[in-house]
């Protein structure tokens, strides 16, 4: 493996935690040991001002096909290291490119921190961690208005309306009381950072819900069409309980279970805030819920966002860089419970589609659990790609790993979050129809690469 190629892997392994940088270097098929450590490690150490100078150089979005991993080596080896001294191939001549903007962008970090030497934008306090630059995220909960009404009472109190952002580079740009709608999902307003709307009438109405952009994939891309029945296996406190009535439109059936009293009480509380009139909560074990059950007949969807280590939360990893790294034994036994709950959920037998999510950065607790899940679903369910042109994917552990997504404040401006789209292979259904895709039992997703397994015009009607 190439020089470049070895320690864009090696931090990507870092970061999501899947060892120490040593054991990685020493676990990688890069023969030279020192050189690929000591650029994995410079690279870590200017880890923040590469950050800044990719995202306003905009390198990531004009250059689709880098990785955020490679593209944060290659930046360092380019303005930071030793050249790339007839190393790089392809990746030298695009990065040619781009040279000039980077050099620029580099040279205004510089400016703007009042230094002259790249060594001082490293000293302490001048490099705000890339948790406390994630903007705050504001889902307009449409059961209750809709954005347009939200955005014109913001303008009403003195917040300047920036338009749809059309990148990442926009929502990291928001600064003062500067607000923009999400390039992706149109209920949901991005602030500056560490804007503060708690206390706002909105919110406390119920009109809006504070909720990370990450934590709203899993309700968007489960995607029940109104008038389903879907299941939220582990629900509180229920911020995507109530994203998923919003797409019900309070039409159909949620059938949401949480073993945890008070925070079910809390979840009531919201939910009744929230206008949500189509959920039955039940302080119930999932693992304990029957597949077989009459009432869960009619299951189509389910989102399982199970107990997780939490390491990719933004609370942690403001508090302390490292904070939520569990132990190996927690780790084990988070993962088996993940194992079980996934594979007992795939046993509902009218499940169409399902979404697996953790707000955790471990592969233990999200490719692995995955990845032993499609086994022993031998082959009733695969994995659908979930956002194709979300930039991080994840860790190619299994041919179809990159179909799963994750996010990072690093990458994708959002807490640490991992997503599996599952979509059943079999139809489970007596009647098998051709017509368009459009008349699937489940309609696919628009954001969702999902094409039809019967082909492009044979479709199933469950029963
Ligand atoms: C990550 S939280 C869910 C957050 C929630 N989906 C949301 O968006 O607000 C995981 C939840 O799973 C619950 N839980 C853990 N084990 C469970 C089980 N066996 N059955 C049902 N709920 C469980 C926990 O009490 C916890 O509230």
């Known amino acids: 493996m190439a020089l470049y190629a070895a320690a864009a892997a090696v931090l990507a392994?870092?970061?999501?935690?899947?060892?120490?940088?040593?054991?990685?270097?020493?676990?990688?098929?890069?023969?030279?040991?020192?050189?690929?450590?000591?650029?994995?490690?410079?690279?870590?150490?200017?880890?923040?001002?590469?950050?800044?100078?990719?995202?306003?150089?905009?390198?990531?979005?004009?250059?689709?096909?880098?990785?955020?991993?490679?593209?944060?080596?290659?930046?360092?080896?380019?303005?930071?290291?030793?050249?790339?001294?007839?190393?790089g191939g392809r990746w030298k001549a695009l990065l040619d490119r781009h040279q000039a903007r980077l050099k620029a962008e580099l040279a205004r970090l510089k400016v703007h921190r009042g230094v002259s030497r790249n060594e001082d934008l490293l000293e302490v306090g001048s490099k705000p961690g890339p948790a406390s630059q994630v903007p705050r995220f504001v889902r307009v909960n449409t059961l209750k208005t809709c954005s347009e009404d939200a955005i014109?009472?913001?303008?009403?109190?003195?917040?300047?309306?920036?338009?749809?952002?059309?990148?990442l580079e926009d929502l990291g740009a928001l600064k003062g009381k500067c607000f923009l709608l999400d390039s992706l999902l149109p209920e949901l307003l991005v602030f500056p950072a560490q804007t503060d709307l708690h206390e706002h009438p909105l919110y406390q109405a119920g009109h809006l819900i504070l909720q990370d952009k990450a934590s709203c994939l899993p309700a968007m891309l489960l995607a029940p069409p109104p008038g389903s029945h879907v299941i939220d296996a582990c629900a509180a406190p229920g911020n995507k309980t109530s994203h998923l009535a919003a797409l019900l439109k309070n039409q159909g059936k949620i059938f949401a279970f949480d073993l945890d009293a008070k925070r079910?009480?809390?979840?009531?509380?919201?939910?009744?805030?929230?206008?949500?009139?189509?959920?039955?909560?039940?302080?119930?074990?999932?693992?304990?819920?029957?597949?077989?059950?009459?009432?869960?007949r009619q299951v189509q969807y389910?989102?399982?966002?199970?107990?997780?280590?939490?390491?990719?939360?933004?609370t942690r990893q403001l508090e302390e860089p490292g904070a939520g790294?569990?132990?190996?034994?927690?780790?084990?036994?988070?993962?088996?419970?993940?194992?079980?709950?996934?594979?007992?959920?795939?046993?509902?037998?009218?499940?169409?589609?399902?979404?697996?999510?953790?707000?955790?950065?471990?592969?233990e607790e999200n490719e692995d659990v995955v990845q032993a899940a499609l086994q022993q679903s031998s082959g009733a369910f695969r994995l659908a790609p979930a956002l194709p042109s979300w930039p991080h994917r994840g860790i190619s552990t299994f041919p179809d790993a990159g179909?799963?997504?994750?996010?990072?404040?690093?990458?994708?401006?959002?807490?640490?979050?991992?997503?599996?789209?599952?979509?059943?292979?079999?139809?489970?259904?007596?009647?098998?129809?051709?017509?368009?895709?459009?008349?699937?039992?489940?309609?696919?997703?628009?954001?969702?690469?999902?094409?039809?397994?019967?082909?492009?015009?044979?479709?199933?009607?469950s029963a």
């Open 13 to 87: 392994g870092v970061e999501s935690r899947q060892g120490s940088l040593k054991g990685l270097v020493y676990a990688s098929s890069f023969q030279n040991v020192k050189q690929l450590y000591a650029l994995v490690c410079e690279t870590q150490r200017y880890s923040a001002v590469l950050d800044a100078v990719i995202t306003s150089a905009g390198l990531l979005r004009a250059e689709k096909k880098l990785r955020p991993h490679l593209a944060k080596v290659l930046v360092y080896e380019l303005l930071l290291g030793r050249g790339f001294k007839g190393r």
């Open 152 to 167: 014109d009472y913001f303008k009403r109190q003195g917040f300047s309306y920036q338009g749809r952002a059309s990148s």
């Open 264 to 296: 079910l009480a809390s979840m009531a509380t919201l939910l009744t805030r929230a206008g949500v009139s189509c959920c039955e909560l039940a302080e119930q074990d999932f693992l304990a819920v029957s597949p077989s059950d009459e009432r869960y």
């Open 302 to 314: 389910i989102l399982l966002d199970p107990s997780c280590s939490g390491s990719g939360m933004l």
């Open 325 to 363: 790294v569990p132990s190996k034994e927690r780790l084990r036994a988070l993962a088996a419970f993940q194992q079980r709950v996934l594979s007992h959920a795939l046993t509902f037998p009218a499940l169409q589609r399902l979404v697996y999510s953790t707000c955790s950065l471990c592969q």
């Open 403 to 461: 179909h799963c997504l994750r996010a990072s404040p690093e990458t994708t401006l959002t807490g640490g979050f991992f997503i599996a789209v599952f979509e059943r292979v079999e139809v489970p259904s007596l009647q098998v129809a051709c017509g368009p895709v459009t008349s699937c039992g489940t309609p696919p997703l628009p954001l969702l690469q999902s094409d039809c397994f019967n082909g492009p015009s044979c479709v199933g009607i």
